[in-house]
């Protein structure tokens, strides 16, 4: 597994910042950002080959450059939602390995666990505790004849 | 290169390997297992840390492909819709199954007698039917009796997993629809059972179980078998089965975890390497008495690889599920598994619930069914799916048929330079009718039970979980690889015990029949001893 260390600063600051396009921080629901440093660096981390997700990178870079003659962290707000939607048209795969990492490393950020009602806490060893529900649902299934074909 | 001589040497410790060692180890026979991957440590399961639905899409991915561990082999499966799952390590893909654990019903015995197509098995329900029970008391299985789907059976159960709101949800909505519905046998355990704890409802048991309670044969099978002086030799990956002038097998050469070349001896080869790998390696087991692989003289070493299609079809409620608490699996329906000449299709299929989705995983399924967005609208559309999605999956019956099959792949190779296999499979019009009916019958289930949305996909291309057909059971030596008790028809010391020896495939999960065949052709071993080879 690579670090964040595999990437450069311009690398990182791209990947902030299309992160933050596929989640914003939202105050409503008092949530950073995908692009948040912790939850970035949790994004670079969980690529198990550094130079596929620079090329994601490279590859966004180039799009932004297409259009726009620019870098994609010099976009505006509206023009990197833009580049992004063409990116996920041009660049499917790409964008299916960037969205994977987002969403594993977002979705066990503590801040956002607790916005979801969630112990920041992984599920071994405490476990949950579901309801048992109501068994008396099986009443009427019991009382049916056997539906198994006999096949001798 | 070492060389030693053992009475029995069985390659792969998976689910078979297991039971079979378990079983033959009351012999006192000198049996080595052969396993080319590791021992697991539960405690080191992804549920124990943070990134665990990360790594569940990594290094414990159930694709080997995607995995790419060094216990791994690769595959090549570009010509197939459905891809492989597995697992390479003491316990095999038991490690990361949701122990679903249902039995054939006596039907899925007599298919061609009772529908007219494929082959019927040489042996029947009630053959199996004590070694099913053997073995749901060595897993510890959670359940209930009485299921009128099935004929009333002996089976040792602990109480059922817990029902749950996403399971009371759909009971709701099958008893309104008048379907069938019954808690799943699962190899999970609800109370402690042979010195192991219960199930504490961690919602990963896709990723192997940290607490022990998933029925994972390293922790069921392997503990006794070990006891009982069975050796198992783990990252020992095996290249050839070998073969002596007389035509019988003489053990197998491997190599070992520093991938230097080993012999072994044997007076027996047991296959247990599941529906790719054991007809990878009789394939490439070719000699001069067997220039077409070994056993193979009937052509069908490979053919017939049956998977079971998976469709997958989620409902999206208002109120609050169980959404990651808990196990996978709650309750099962088989209202629409045996034939029905008025559907469109011959066989049938199980509608195994699945509870409901971790918060990665919801969010991977929203985003793949564009029901979440990226952007200023992802969190409203997160919140609306997350703990509100539960559904099924429909386990569809596979036919047998020769153009799928597992060949060896003319370029592709393991690290260790054994060629590796191709899947060549298309998905018969027989299969894609029983799935678009799941799916609607699936989707009437969730509307009746309150589903606001419904979102649907089959097959499910990661869902090649259950891998049989390849090396099928059989009387006839021109039409089967193995006879009615799993030898050989061509070399008499030569025994598969695993998935590959289904003659077909039934519309439920195959752990439970596997095992309980291996049990079978281990308990015909000791009956023959004297005349195993005649």
């Known amino acids: 597994m690579n670090t964040q260390s595999a990437f450069t600063d311009d690398e990182l600051q791209t990947l902030a910042a299309l992160a933050n396009v596929i989640i914003p921080p939202s105050t409503a629901y008092a949530v950073p950002g995908a692009g948040d440093p912790d939850i970035c660096k949790g994004i670079a981390a969980g690529a198990r080959r550094a130079e596929r997700l620079q090329r994601v990178l490279a590859e966004l870079n180039q799009l932004a450059d297409a259009g726009h003659s620019s870098q994609f962290?010099?976009?505006?707000?509206?023009?990197?939602?833009?580049?992004?939607?063409?990116?996920?048209?041009?660049?499917?795969?790409?964008?299916?390995?960037?969205?994977?990492?987002?969403?594993?490393?977002?979705?066990?950020?503590?801040?956002?666990?607790?916005?979801?009602?969630?112990?920041?806490?992984?599920?071994?060893?405490?476990?949950?505790?579901?309801?048992?529900?109501?068994?008396?649902?099986?009443?009427?299934?019991?009382?049916?004849?056997?539906?198994?074909?006999?096949?001798? | 290169m070492t060389d030693q001589t053992v009475d029995v040497l069985i390659i792969g410790a998976g689910a078979s390997g297991a039971a079979m060692a378990w079983s033959l180890?009351?012999?006192?026979?000198?049996?080595?297992?052969?396993?080319?991957?590791?021992?697991?440590?539960?405690?080191?399961?992804?549920?124990?840390?943070?990134?665990?639905?990360?790594?569940?899409?990594?290094?414990?991915?159930?694709?080997?492909?995607?995995?790419?561990?060094?216990?791994?082999?690769?595959?090549?499966?570009?010509?197939?819709?459905?891809?492989?799952?597995?697992?390479?390590?003491?316990?095999?893909?038991?490690?990361?199954?949701?122990?679903?654990?249902?039995?054939?019903?006596?039907?899925?015995?007599?298919?061609?007698?009772?529908?007219?197509?494929?082959?019927?098995?040489?042996?029947?329900?009630?053959?199996?039917?004590?070694?099913?029970?053997?073995?749901?008391?060595?897993?510890?299985?959670?359940?209930?009796?009485?299921?009128?789907?099935?004929?009333?059976?002996?089976?040792?159960?602990?109480?059922?997993?817990?029902?749950?709101?996403?399971?009371?949800?759909?009971?709701?909505?099958?008893?309104?629809?008048?379907?069938?519905?019954?808690?799943?046998?699962?190899?999970?355990?609800?109370?402690?059972?042979?010195?192991?704890?219960?199930?504490?409802?961690?919602?990963?048991?896709?990723?192997?179980?940290?607490?022990?309670?998933?029925?994972?044969?390293?922790?069921?099978?392997?503990?006794?078998?070990?006891?009982?002086?069975?050796?198992l030799r783990t990252r020992c990956r095996v290249r050839e089965i070998t073969v002596g002038d007389d035509g019988m097998a003489t053990g197998a050469s491997y190599y070992?975890?520093?991938?230097?070349?080993?012999?072994?001896?044997?007076?027996?080869?047991?296959?247990?390497?599941?529906?790719?790998?054991?007809?990878?390696?009789?394939?490439?087991?070719?000699?001069?008495?067997?220039?077409?692989?070994?056993?193979?003289?009937?052509?069908?070493?490979?053919?017939?690889?049956?998977?079971?299609?998976?469709?997958?079809?989620?409902?999206?409620?208002?109120?609050?599920?169980?959404?990651?608490?808990?196990?996978?699996?709650?309750?099962?329906?088989?209202?629409?598994?045996?034939?029905?000449?008025?559907?469109?299709?011959?066989?049938?299929?199980?509608?195994?619930?699945?509870?409901?989705?971790?918060?990665?995983?919801?969010?991977m399924t929203g985003l793949r069914h564009k029901r979440i967005r990226w952007g200023e609208g992802h969190h409203d559309d997160y919140r609306r799916m997350f703990k509100r999605m539960t559904g099924m999956v429909a386990v569809c019956e596979d036919l047998p048929e020769a153009h799928n099959q597992v060949t060896l792949d003319p370029v592709l190779k393991d690290s260790d330079g054994i060629p590796a296999p191709k899947i060549s499979y298309t998905l018969s019009d027989n299969s894609k009718r029983m799935m678009d009916h799941a799916v609607g019958k699936a989707t009437e289930i969730l509307k009746a039970a309150g589903a606001t949305d419904v979102i649907s996909e089959a097959p499910l291309m990661w869902g090649g979980w259950h891998l049989m057909g390849t090396a099928r059971m059989g009387r006839n030596p021109e039409t089967s690889v193995v006879n009615e008790w799993g030898r050989s028809h061509d070399v008499r010391n030569l025994f598969i015990v695993d998935g590959s020896i289904f003659t077909t495939s039934a519309g439920v999960n195959p752990t439970n029949t596997i095992q309980a065949l291996a049990l079978y052709v281990a308990d015909q071993m000791k009956s023959r001893l004297a005349t195993l080879f005649d």
């Open chain 2, 256 to 363: 070992d975890g520093n991938s230097k070349e080993q012999r072994i001896n044997a007076h027996v080869v047991i296959m247990a390497c599941n529906g790719v790998g054991t007809p990878r390696i009789l394939l490439n087991s070719k000699s001069a008495q067997f220039p077409d692989g070994l056993a193979n003289s009937s052509g069908l070493v490979g053919k017939n690889l049956m998977f079971h299609p998976y469709a997958m079809i989620q409902g999206v409620f208002d109120e609050e599920l169980d959404g990651y608490m808990g196990p996978h699996k709650a309750i099962r329906s088989q209202e629409f598994y045996e034939t029905d000449a008025d559907r469109g299709f011959v066989r049938g299929y199980t509608l195994e619930i699945q509870r409901g989705m971790a918060p990665v995983r919801t969010a």
């Open chain 2, 25 to 231: 180890a009351e012999t006192k026979m000198h049996i080595v297992c052969l396993e080319q991957g590791p021992l697991m440590n539960p405690l080191t399961y992804p549920s124990a840390s943070m990134d665990w639905e990360q790594q569940a899409a990594g290094e414990m991915n159930t694709n080997p492909n995607v995995r790419n561990l060094p216990s791994d082999y690769p595959i090549n499966e570009d010509d197939s819709p459905i891809k492989i799952a597995n697992f390479n390590a003491v316990g095999g893909g038991t490690i990361l199954y949701a122990g679903h654990f249902p039995r054939f019903h006596p039907s899925d015995f007599r298919v061609n007698s009772l529908d007219g197509v494929a082959d019927d098995w040489p042996i029947d329900y009630a053959a199996l039917a004590p070694f099913y029970a053997e073995n749901e008391r060595m897993t510890g299985v959670a359940g209930a009796a009485g299921d009128p789907a099935y004929p009333q059976d002996n089976a040792t159960r602990v109480p059922p997993l817990p029902l749950g709101q996403s399971g009371e949800v759909l009971a709701k909505g099958f008893n309104k629809l008048g379907w069938h519905w019954w808690p799943s046998d699962t190899a999970i355990i609800t109370e402690e059972y042979d010195g192991r704890a219960p199930c504490i409802n961690l919602g990963a048991c896709g990723t192997g179980c940290a607490q022990g309670a998933k029925g994972s044969s390293d922790v069921t099978y392997w503990p006794h078998a070990l006891r009982a002086g069975v050796e």
């Open chain 1, 73 to 152: 962290t010099q976009l505006s707000d509206g023009d990197q939602a833009s580049v992004a939607e063409q990116f996920k048209d041009q660049y499917a795969s790409s964008a299916g390995l960037i969205e994977a990492l987002t969403m594993q490393a977002y979705y066990r950020d503590p801040r956002v666990m607790a916005s979801l009602a969630m112990d920041a806490r992984p599920p071994f060893p405490e476990g949950y505790k579901p309801p048992e529900g109501d068994w008396s649902l099986l009443d009427p299934v019991r009382r049916r004849a056997p539906l198994f074909r006999k096949a001798d």
